[in-house]
């Protein structure tokens, strides 16, 4: 696996293949590398020439109270995981390859940026679509995969490029889970074993609102009540949202009859988990 250490390499990286014809699957982390972005890693091997996986921890998507400063970083573990995966080339940038000396242009996404995690994490998703379009820039991407645990990231991410006209794919993969529901992120490692236990809630919750759905249910209140009721069940007391909102548009929905998805932000030991479920009949 070739390591691409700065902004020059990169992009020298990316005109030799591209000239050469190649297809390139890219794939964006923060690293802290788990099951989750290996399967958009392998995911992006089967259906690109070469994959390159960029670990960069975005500061301009942080708040000033958040955990930038105790993300966890591993770039060495990291990089052996992505090669094992059948990652072909690291992109490991200093804050300088992403923003240059006096950095002033950032990209805002209106409208479905203004909900949700958008208005606990005030310019969360700017850091995140300039983060993201920078990388864009750089690793020119035939296709670029994210995933679906992030579900109003993967919406911003679409409606920048559709609006920028950016020539590449979004591939949306679905969320890896530990085996007792749990979806895997980066910051579970923050909890301790009872804090774990209290946070698997989220994902009961969520599940026991789509075995309601399943059943006919198809009010949002009703939907929302049941996630709710399991956070309080578990303890959980500091929620930012429970809502239903329609798949694609990210609109709030009031019932579930269109596809729709149920989205979770809650705090468990002073970390936020985030998670979703897609409401959607077969
Ligand atoms: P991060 O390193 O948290 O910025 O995540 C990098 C990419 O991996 C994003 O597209 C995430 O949505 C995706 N990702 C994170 N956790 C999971 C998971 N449990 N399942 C699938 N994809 C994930």
């Given at each position: 696996?070739?390591?691409?250490?700065?902004?020059?390499?990169?992009?020298?990286?990316?005109?030799?293949?591209?000239?050469?014809?190649?297809?390139?699957?890219?794939?964006?982390?923060?690293?802290a590398l788990h099951e989750g972005h290996l399967?958009?890693?392998?995911?992006?091997?089967?259906?690109?020439?070469?994959?390159?996986?960029?670990?960069?921890?975005?500061?301009?998507?942080?708040?000033?109270?958040?955990?930038?400063?105790?993300?966890?970083?591993?770039?060495?573990?990291?990089?052996?995981?992505?090669?094992?995966?059948?990652?072909?080339?690291?992109?490991?940038?200093?804050?300088?390859?992403?923003?240059?000396?006096?950095?002033?242009?950032?990209?805002?996404?209106?409208?479905?940026?203004?909900?949700?995690?958008?208005?606990?994490?005030p310019g969360h998703f700017q850091g995140v679509?300039?983060?993201?379009?920078?990388?864009?820039?750089?690793?020119?991407?035939?296709?670029?995969?994210?995933?679906?645990?992030?579900?109003?990231?993967?919406?911003?991410?679409?409606?920048?490029?559709?609006?920028?006209?950016?020539?590449?794919?979004?591939?949306?993969?679905?969320?890896?889970?530990?085996?007792?529901?749990?979806?895997?992120?980066?910051?579970?490692?923050?909890?301790?074993?009872?804090?774990?236990?209290?946070?698997?809630?989220?994902?009961?919750?969520?599940?026991?609102?789509?075995?309601?759905?399943?059943?006919?249910?198809?009010?949002?209140?009703?939907?929302?009540?049941?996630?709710?009721?399991?956070?309080?069940?578990?303890?959980?007391?500091?929620?930012?949202?429970?809502a239903l909102h329609q798949i694609d548009s990210?609109?709030?929905?009031?019932?579930?009859?269109?596809?729709?998805?149920?989205?979770?932000?809650?705090?468990?030991?002073?970390?936020?988990?985030?998670?979703?479920?897609?409401?959607?009949?077969?």
């Amino acid at each position: 696996m070739e390591l691409l250490t700065s902004r020059q390499l990169v992009q020298a990286w990316t005109r030799l293949n591209r000239q050469q014809g190649r297809t390139i699957g890219f794939v964006p982390t923060m690293g802290a590398l788990h099951e989750g972005h290996l399967s958009l890693v392998r995911r992006a091997v089967a259906e690109n020439d070469l994959v390159v996986a960029s670990i960069f921890v975005n500061p301009t998507q942080f708040g000033p109270n958040e955990d930038f400063n105790r993300y966890p970083r591993e770039p060495e573990r990291d990089a052996q995981m992505l090669q094992q995966a059948g990652c072909h080339a690291l992109f490991l940038p200093q804050v300088e390859d992403i923003y240059p000396a006096g950095s002033s242009t950032r990209v805002t996404v209106s409208d479905v940026t203004e909900q949700l995690c958008g208005l606990f994490r005030p310019g969360h998703f700017q850091g995140v679509a300039t983060v993201v379009a920078i990388l864009f820039n750089l690793v020119m991407p035939t296709r670029a995969y994210f995933g679906k645990k992030d579900y109003q990231q993967w919406v911003v991410i679409r409606r920048m490029v559709t609006d920028l006209a950016m020539d590449l794919e979004i591939i949306g993969m679905e969320t890896v889970r530990e085996s007792d529901g749990m979806a895997l992120s980066s910051r579970n490692r923050y909890l301790t074993p009872q804090q774990r236990q209290q946070a698997l809630a989220i994902s009961r919750g969520l599940r026991a609102a789509l075995a309601a759905y399943q059943s006919g249910c198809r009010e949002g209140h009703e939907l929302v009540g049941l996630v709710m009721k399991t956070l309080e069940q578990a303890g959980i007391d500091r929620v930012d949202y429970a809502a239903l909102h329609q798949i694609d548009s990210l609109a709030p929905a009031v019932r579930a009859d269109a596809p729709s998805v149920l989205l979770v932000a809650a705090h468990v030991g002073g970390v936020r988990l985030i998670d979703n479920l897609e409401l959607t009949t077969p």
